[in-house]
């Protein structure tokens, strides 16, 4: 393996790609660090890709599909800590970060699949200020930062995240998840398991961001139908053409009764009718889609089962990881191995 990162990195410097780089002091095969490989795209470690990224020390996130957060590291959570430290403690000057993404439209090949990484390199000045700057370019170490910006404040949460604040007024604040939930939960994947199948369904919109025992009070029929639908079948109630969703009546009353209790087709018109309308000749229901925004994250933190009734509770979180709500939704097991949906309570609102 050493040989063939060897020959790599050869030959991207012949490339001119890895022009005037040097390498970072301490350890200068981050391949060795990878906890996750499970996140990584098929033949990465031989990929001339990885190698540009050994060259400069990257600590790697990838798409992971847990909970609601796109990435999780692939690298050893000890790892991960001590790098960000030394640069912490002005031992290394700068610290590369790569966010690995899947895309069709991406520059990069990688086991015959297209992505689309995105770069985040920080560097500390003589007087010990930081600067950030993001590029879709494999790094040229020796290179300068094309757009640097400065920092207030650079750290690793106890989240996962490495969040870094800008010092301009008005510049959004970032974040990257650098340790691994496994790493941070023991019970990770019954973590996920339990948010892909309960949970997950009710995420797109609103609905865990209110009180609720009847589906009435959980959110607009039309909605929860395109969301639960989509996120359960991969339903796309979209007409393709002008923006609008239609969908028979009798499809969504059958859908949605086997989630709620007291589903309606009278309900599920009235709905309807708020912003769009019912054709009793057809049976379809026609609504404009757009809703706009972006949801908080949502992860299950804990579940107890009693009898045919599990309740789950769980967090909402910003983009660093921080938690901000709480809740419990309770469910009902069926005994065909489905469930539907009970109550959920708001535990907790900061």
Known sequence: ??????????????????????????PADPLAHIAY????????????????????GALVAAESGLGDTPLESVMEADYVRAEVE?????????????????RDYGEYTIGGRRYDPLFHRFDRAADGSLTADSTRQLPEIGSAPEAPE??????????????????ADGRLDESLKLINDHDLYPDADER???????????????????DWDRVEDAGPAHLLY??????????DL?????????????????????????????????????????DSATGLCRYPGGRGGVGPGYRVTGWQRDGEELTLSYEAFDWSGRR???????LHLTEDGGFRYRSNTIVFEG
């Open 1 to 26: 393996m050493e040989r063939l990162i060897a020959l790599c990195l050869a030959g991207l410097a012949a490339l001119g790609l890895l022009s005037g780089c040097v390498r970072p002091a301490g």
């Open 324 to 330: 901000y709500r709480t809740g419990t939704l309770v």
């Open 150 to 167: 400065p920092l207030a404040g650079l750290a690793l949460n106890d989240y996962g995240y490495l969040v870094w604040d800008y010092a």
């Open 226 to 235: 395109e969301d639960l639908s989509r996120a359960v079948d991969g339903n």
């Open 86 to 102: 030394r640069f912490l403690a002005g031992e290394t000057d700068t610290l590369w970060l790569c966010a690995l993404y899947e």
């Open 192 to 210: 996920h398991r339990m948010y892909q199948t309960y949970l997950r369904p009710l995420t797109a919109y609103n609905y865990l961001l209110r």
């Open 238 to 278: 979209s007409d393709g053409d002008t923006g609008n969703y239609v969908f028979a009546l009798e499809d969504c009353v059958n859908f949605l009764s086997r989630y709620f209790d007291g589903v309606t087709a009278d309900w599920v018109i009235r709905c309807v009718r708020e912003r769009g309308s019912y």
């Open 37 to 56: 490989p499970e996140l990584l795209p098929e033949g990465y470690a031989e990929s001339g890709f990885a190698a540009g990224i050994t060259s400069c």
